[in-house]
């Protein structure tokens, strides 16, 4: 069974420091998928990586697929409270089909 | 315009009772999907469909069937409903052989 791994589990910072967030897997993915959700609304897609060592960038956030394509880190720098919600990571199996990470909860105080 | 929508938003009901949750979307895509969010965050596959017809059937109880008139909408009844059906149920669809998948807002179900 494919499992990805997200940590930390819980992240709570004050405005303006800067954090990693991982996804951890043992399995490859074809491509890999960052989602954004807040309180009372369903996922919404951020990014997707496709080549290993792939870095894209968004505005303050950072993602990078693993040069193995098993795994990524979304950086984001002088966090901001709107940044606050559920990141969750998704990677793409072999038959196209998602495996989700369990999330990262991540609460930027003002 | 919304993309991808769900009715009703928040259903409360008794144990035992059926229930139906609706979802459409107008984005044009072949795939839908129906997740199950529990209180811990984790989101679950249910099933998927592509142009009405079933791909992927997790292990579900069979009180939940799923039904899609056409590609653009794909309906979630519940039979017999119990206490740990209470979640969060999200559609969400995608282009056929695309990864990235658009969600709708979520049905909060309380099973009382």
């Known amino acids: 069974t494919q499992l990805l791994e997200q940590s930390p589990q819980f992240l709570s910072i004050q405005e303006g420091e800067n954090l990693t967030v991982y996804c951890n897997s043992s399995?490859?993915?074809?491509?890999l998928q960052w989602y954004r959700q807040e309180p009372g609304e369903g996922p919404v897609l951020l990014v997707t990586v496709v080549t290993g060592g792939e870095v894209k960038k968004l505005k303050r956030l950072t993602f990078q697929f693993g040069d193995a394509r098993k795994d990524s880190s979304l950086h984001i720098t002088a966090a901001q409270p709107g940044d606050t919600g559920l990141y969750l990571c998704?990677?793409?199996?072999?038959?196209?089909?998602?495996?989700w990470g369990a999330g990262t909860k991540l609460i930027i105080k003002p | 315009d919304t993309a991808v929508s769900q009715t009703p938003k928040y259903l409360v009901t008794q144990m035992g009772n059926d229930k139906s949750i609706k979802c459409e979307q107008n984005l044009g895509h072949d795939t839908m999907y129906w997740y199950k969010q529990d209180s811990k965050k984790f989101l679950k596959i249910m099933f998927s469909y592509n142009n009405k017809e079933l791909i992927i059937n997790e292990t579900v109880p069979n009180r939940f069937s799923p039904k899609s008139p056409d590609k653009a909408h794909l309906n979630l009844h519940i039979n017999s409903l119990e206490l740990g059906d209470s979640a969060v149920y999200f559609c969400?669809?995608?282009?056929?052989?695309?990864?990235?998948?658009?969600f709708g807002p979520g049905t909060r179900l309380t099973v009382l």
């Open positions: 998704a990677g793409a199996d072999s038959n196209y089909q998602l495996i």
């Open positions: 969400a669809s995608s282009p056929w052989g695309a990864n990235e998948q658009f």
């Open positions: 399995s490859v993915f074809s491509s």
